[in-house]
């Protein structure tokens, strides 16, 4: 596949459709599923992990649910593919770099359904969908792992349920996480208060790039901890009620801002607007912040002429991949910063001569 | 006098000309005089004081060298306008509004001579020159000093000097302060260190709006404490060598900036007129501020198409009174800084189409 022919596109992660797409950026869910046979992704040789690749291969090429799925190796992947694909969400940070020998993952042009091979299980299904899709992105999931089981002798405990390399991960394996745009609650001081709510249920927090990443530009990953003893529609039924009423949350807090500080908050989002055009040098940091606020204004009507599928390009091709791809070379940090703010100065104009 | 008529030009002090105009604002040489047969001030009744505007109005009214000078009544003046020539820096903040009684001032169309007539004493005469204008100010407010004290009868002791209602200013009567721009000292942590330094030669720092004020958008007032025991050619001569040390090190933190992190700092400046062009509320605090990047990328020649002017102009007319007086009629605090974002988003886009 060649990765330059998802460059223009959004990816599924980042449409900007679907239900609730106003707080809800998108829904994932992922299985991890192991061979029956082979020694697990810890102890494996690369000899046993080529055999893993050749079988999941083979199996993803005879299941019609799979079909559009293309592999892609990761060793022999140039460095900054890797880092393309973790930005588009298609494959895990430790894939791309963190871990050595045979792996790679198979994915659909649409970037919603991604196999990856050799992570830490064999397997990690995953699906993706814009906007607040529980329901769906887990008909998806499903209908893949029921294609791939049909051709693969998964490691399963009649009591505990599927084997993984990690004790956490045992049972339904299974771990949906919904990504969540919460500026209203951050300006209003409220997400701390959420966020100790939500451990005590045992529910995760994470920024947008998983585990130890800091939630910058306001966007945060709710999931799942626990995945034994519970059938996945009842995990699946915590997690949506759970992310209802933070649905509610947001948008009181944001409704308050409204009434409370509007001119302030039309102040921040244009200035926002401001630097994002006028900075000549800018970190991913940084943007994400200042697009988190240009995205909040965009909902709360304070903008004309800006679309939320414009932030979101901003936002993907400022990434730092993502920005040397369109390069087409390698950049420093300090070129990084710059090509950045270039970027958006120029997009941010066609965008206001569009008005 | 129409105030209105001055509203668009920038005043002497702004005019953004004279020598050293890159570091040195403004030039500025004040003479505090008391008629030797009324009471001072603090102890003057009214009919005193409306004796001393008398007396001052006809030695003005009679004086060549102060044949332009147009009195104005300052109790019977909208506090607006009052606050508009305290901006203009022709009265002080204490004549404007912090004392009672009969008072006025004289000044001229060009606003570089001015007398105040019943402040702290019986009159303050002044004399401002853009740029570092140390002998031709005094020049200027010699003559007109020689020219009054012809038809006014000045309490003088042989001893002492001219005798002052605050016994800070006997001796000459003369306060020189010369208004400098140090954007590179302040970035560079340095302008504590020569303010120490300065303080300890007896010479006094102070903000925009004299003593007590901050010192927003880098502007810093120099001037002599002591009237008394030197002549004022020794204490002008005294404050020029000091200011021109003061030169030499802003230039030298100038040039390190552009030495070590040109970029940074293009960024820095691009980002100030960026917030400056897109801010919907802004005060005139945050304004004076990022005015003083934009004046140093000026400098550094780091911004093309705005010049010194434009800035000044935006520096004087974003003040409170003017932007009132712009307005046409008087804004409370938050309608200031909507009025203060609009006007320098006009502005500033005039200024961008036309490059």
Redesign the interface.
């Known amino acids: 596949m060649n990765l330059d022919s998802l460059l223009p596109n959004l990816g599924e992660w980042l449409r900007g459709t679907g239900p609730e797409s106003d707080v809800v950026v998108s829904t994932r869910i992922r299985l991890a599923r192991n061979l029956a046979d082979l020694p697990f992704a810890t102890r494996a040789t690369n000899a046993h992990k080529t055999e893993v690749i050749g079988r999941a291969k083979d199996a993803l090429a005879k299941s019609d649910a799979a079909l559009k799925l293309e592999y892609v190796d990761i060793p022999s992947m140039p460095v900054l593919d890797r880092q393309f694909l973790v930005e588009r969400q298609l494959i895990s940070r430790e894939l791309a770099g963190g871990l050595d020998g045979p792996r790679g993952v198979a994915f659909d042009p649409t970037e919603t359904a991604s196999v990856m091979v050799n992570e830490e299980d064999h397997l990690r299904l995953q699906v993706l969908r814009s906007g607040f899709a529980l329901d769906e992105a887990w008909q998806d999931i499903d209908r893949l792992d029921d294609a791939l089981e049909q051709r693969l002798s998964y490691a399963f405990h009649m009591q505990f349920g599927y084997l993984t390399a990690c004790p956490t991960n045992v049972g339904t394996g299974m771990r949906a996480s919904v990504m969540l745009h919460l500026p209203a609650l951050g300006l209003t001081k409220q997400i701390d208060k959420v966020f100790r709510a939500l451990q005590k249920i045992n529910l995760a927090v994470r920024g947008l790039h998983g585990e130890g990443s800091r939630a910058f530009g306001d966007l945060y990953q709710i999931s799942n901890h626990v995945t034994l003893g519970k059938s996945e529609a009842k995990i699946l039924g915590e997690i949506r009620e759970v992310i209802v009423t933070i649905l509610q949350y947001e948008r009181q807090a944001r409704n308050a801002i409204m009434k409370e500080r509007r001119?302030?908050e039309?102040?921040r989002v244009?200035?926002a607007?401001?630097?994002l055009?006028?900075?000549?040098?800018?970190t991913a940091e940084e943007t994400m912040e200042l697009l988190s606020a240009v995205r909040l204004g965009i909902h709360l009507h304070l903008l004309d002429g800006i679309p939320v599928t414009a932030v979101n390009q901003l936002f993907i091709h400022t990434q730092s991949a993502h920005l040397q791809k369109l390069a087409g070379h390698n950049l420093d940090g300090?070129e990084r910063n710059?090509a950045r703010?270039k970027y958006l100065k120029t997009k941010l104009r066609e965008l206001g001569s569009h008005k």
């Open positions: 001119q302030a039309h102040d244009a200035r607007i401001g630097t055009g006028s900075a000549t040098m800018i300090e710059s703010a």
